[in-house]
């Protein structure tokens, strides 16, 4: 969207920074806080906003690898499972060997062998994505029963581990700090790496890329596993958070993760999307989960009103672009 | 314009192409479905007797009544994530009418209507608005469940009527063989086949589907199209969530969370293109019986529900697989 945009016309500073729909999501993101902090004027207190920084570390870990998987014309559905074996797999092996470093590697393996095995089945054997996913999603599901009937508690009581989610450096919490990295390296790459245009031209037009000598198979396999280790690294951050292994953790993340990432302006049809936008959607729908809890509403709403958001912004997108075009 | 009536005529051939290719895919399905029932009931005694077969038939019935709803919306060109929640939904209208009028008709009526609802406003955001539809309905999939958890407390609506024909509807059995549910998705699948292959609006959606441009250059309305299929798909899981809600004897909250996953893979099984324009329905309802068949015989053989999800997800990778395979060597 923004290479459009900016190969058209001598982009602005502003426009060459944010694609169009990121337009959009800053106001939305804006008229959030002005009305929120309206209602409640403890909205701007310095541990709210850490706390929403706080809360949206794990999703937004996740989405980044999302991002460049839809860029890629690809989805995976299974990062919801995928991250609660995860946070078992790593609660478990901590526990085993008394060690938050081959616990955490443990959990991070586990979540990039799922990645690899989903890139596979995509590359190799041509299953559509969503589908492919939708089935490794009832494996993981069915199989976190298998390895284990109920929680994996917390046996070693290393501070280190559950630092990992509670501790702080400074003022900033340590999962902000981890997500902040994540995303910083995400979009350099994106942005300025030949990888990063690669994925673009694969999504925008496979065949394309292909003619002109791009492995595109090999490509989004990369891309699948990388998305596979950020699942893992955020269930590790999840079992430290919650201090033990839930088999049942995780359930609709992956549509959580999903709404962020298409609220963010990226194309479901792959060759669009920028990580800002993921970044602001991210930040937009937990103020609103955290608008919805400081003002005492009902917690029922926090899947009602993004709901409606996701709808909203979407079509305020293309009421915007319709406008441009003339 | 005078060549539009010669492409009006267009889409014609291309249908005989596409079920000679759509009929090959089914025995591909009908064997794998065949294999599966002479596998079980060679390791279960219990499988291959009537009041089984005929149970799995009961089973089935849902995924198959919203699943025809979906396929017809994939074969259009767009998806319907919703129906999960909207097949939770409609308990709420159904048992609430009931509790209060003491009358099944009017309880249906009331769930059909909220059903009604919903379909329109998707086939409105999708269709008239031009809303990606996956992003409108992961909207209202999320505005529904928010609203059933809001409006329940979290909590399920219990029957209080106990009507004996709202406890019949969905574990009655017609003639004290097929179960009602299994009848009324039969009745629905055979409409909706005639439709799809003999009806002007069956050959109108895989041409919506298949190329929007062509279908709109040919003179159809393909916004009308896609808002009807978003109706239709919408009605069919109100259906689906009727005859839910008649099995567990209430409104449940969390009834239908994760249906859509199972209807989308039972529908994609079936051979329906995510892309759209492609598929039949026949191969949809041999997707939705493979796997429940697969459910059910897993089941008597004692495996745990937790290996069945297992080699279902295996199963269905398997065969996507494999259905790629062919296609791709049918190519060369």
């Not at chain 1, 989405?63 to 559905?77: F, H, K, N, P, R």
Request: charged share 10%; net charge positive.
């Amino acid at each position: 969207m923004t290479e459009t945009a900016s190969s058209v016309a001598p982009p602005s500073r502003l426009r060459a920074l944010t694609g169009n729909n990121e337009i959009v999501l800053i106001v939305i993101l804006a008229v959030l806080c002005v009305l929120i902090s309206i209602g409640a004027p403890q909205f701007y207190s310095v541990e709210n906003v850490v706390a929403i920084l706080r809360q949206c570390a794990l999703v937004l870990i996740v989405a980044s690898g999302m991002t460049m998987l839809l860029i890629a014309a690809e989805v995976d559905l299974s990062v919801g499972a995928s991250l609660a074996f995860s946070g078992v797999v790593a609660m478990d092996v901590t526990n085993k060997t008394n060690s938050v470093l081959l616990g955490g590697l443990a959990g991070i393996a586990f979540g990039a062998s799922v990645g690899l095995f989903n890139g596979l089945v995509v590359t190799r054997l041509r299953v559509n994505s969503l589908i492919a996913t939708i089935a490794t999603m009832m494996i993981l599901q069915g199989g976190i029963y298998l390895y284990t009937r109920e929680a994996v508690q917390n046996r070693h009581s290393i501070r280190l581990f559950t630092d990992l989610s509670t501790g702080y450096v400074g003022p900033v919490p340590v999962p902000v700090i981890i997500a902040a990295l994540v995303f910083i390296a995400c979009y350099v790459v994106l942005r300025h790496t030949m990888v990063g245009r690669y994925i673009y031209a694969v999504g925008a037009n496979e065949k394309a890329a292909r003619l002109s000598g791009l492995r595109s198979e090999r490509l989004k396999l990369g891309v699948f596993v990388f998305t596979g280790m950020l699942v893992g690294l955020a269930g590790l951050l999840l079992a430290s958070l919650m201090n033990t292994g839930q088999p049942t953790a995780g359930r609709g993340f992956e549509l959580q993760v999903i709404a962020a990432v298409i609220l963010g302006g990226t194309s479901l049809m792959g060759g669009r999307g920028t990580l800002i936008g993921t970044l602001l959607a991210v930040l937009v729908l937990k103020v609103i989960d955290n608008g919805i809890i400081i003002l005492r509403w009902n917690q029922d709403l926090q899947m009602i009103v993004p709901g409606l958001v996701i709808i909203g912004a979407t079509w305020l997108d293309l009421v915007r672009r319709k406008s441009d075009a003339r | 314009m005078p060549q539009s009536p010669d492409l009006a005529l267009a889409p014609r051939p291309a249908p005989s192409i596409l079920a000679t290719l759509a009929r090959r895919n089914e025995v591909a399905l009908l064997i794998c479905l065949l294999a599966l029932i002479i596998f079980f009931s060679l390791a279960s005694s219990s499988f291959l007797t009537p009041r089984n077969l005929t149970n799995v038939l009961g089973q089935a019935s849902l995924a198959m009544v919203a699943g025809v709803g979906v396929a017809i919306v994939v074969m259009s060109g767009e998806i319907d994530v919703s129906i999960g929640s909207l097949a939770g939904a409609v308990g709420i209208p159904l048992v609430t009418i009931m509790n209060m009028t003491e009358s099944l008709p009017l309880g249906i009526a009331g769930a059909l209507l909220l059903a009604l609802v919903v379909g329109v406003v998707n086939g409105y955001l999708v269709a008239y608005l031009g809303i990606n539809s996956l992003i409108a309905t992961l909207g209202t999939m999320f505005i529904i469940r928010g609203g059933i958890y809001l409006y329940t407390g979290q909590r399920s609506i219990p029957d209080t009527a106990y009507l004996e024909e709202f406890f019949q509807l969905g574990n009655g059995r017609f003639f004290d063989f097929l179960p009602y549910p299994a009848l009324i998705s039969l009745i629905i699948l055979a409409i909706f086949i005639y439709v799809m292959r003999m009806r002007p609006f069956g050959r109108q959606i895989y041409a919506v589907g298949g190329n929007p441009e062509v279908a709109r250059l040919a003179g159809f309305d393909v916004r009308r199209v896609k808002f009807i299929c978003l109706v239709i798909s919408a009605l069919l899981a109100g259906v689906a969530g009727i005859l839910l809600s008649s099995r567990l004897g209430s409104a449940v909250h969390v009834a239908g969370l994760g249906f859509e996953f199972q209807v989308v893979a039972a529908v994609v099984l079936g051979g329906v293109s995510l892309a759209g324009g492609v598929g039949s329905l026949v191969g949809v309802a041999l997707g939705v019986l493979i796997l429940s068949f697969l459910s059910n015989g897993l089941g008597m053989l004692n495996l745990a529900t937790e290996w069945q999800l297992v080699v279902t997800g295996g199963i269905i990778i398997a065969a996507v697989a494999f259905d790629e395979f062919k296609r791709r060597n049918q190519k060369q």
